[in-house]
């Protein structure tokens, strides 16, 4: 599961750039990695293993199983200068989404289009449970925020 969410990640990257100017990958227990978008970050996914590939540097490996996070981040240095971005992980449960603003919107949607669900994000948290789902692909909006997601 984790690897089709870092996929979708890295799908929605054009439209985390216009907020974003950094890609952190947070393992567990340990120092979160930025790759700033200047530097052309390239994922790959082989063998259970995220590789960073970046303009100038070594690759950089990392175990899927022990990412905790994997966001967009801005590292301008300017503080307040836009809303906080969305995280997003998913574990045995289902997808969860974080930071979302206070009272956003979200809906869940089928691969049809069909509307599953549209309810307000309290605390600006959303989550796709795999108990209400089931398995499939969902197509989850959140206010401008739009993803693909695989249960």
Known sequence: M??????TLLALGALAASAAD????????????????DSMPELSFVGGKLH????????????????????FVD?????????P?????????????RGAAEGAMAAVYSISGQLLKA????AGEFD???AEYGRGIYIV????????VAL
């Open 85 to 97: 971005g969305l995280h997003v992980y998913a574990d045995a449960d289902g997808v969860h989404f």
């Open 128 to 130: 796709l449970s795999r």
């Open 75 to 83: 590292l301008s240095g300017i503080e307040g200068a836009g809303a």
């Open 2 to 7: 984790k690897k089709i969410l870092l996929l």
């Open 119 to 122: 309810a307000a994000c309290p």
């Open 22 to 37: 950094a890609l952190r990958v947070k393992p567990a227990g340990g120092e979160p990695a930025h790759f700033h978008f």
């Open 52 to 71: 960073v590939k970046t303009s100038g540097a070594q690759p950089v490996e990392f175990d899927l199983e022990n990412i905790e996070a994997l966001d």
């Open 141 to 148: 909006k959140i206010d401008a925020f739009t993803t693909k």
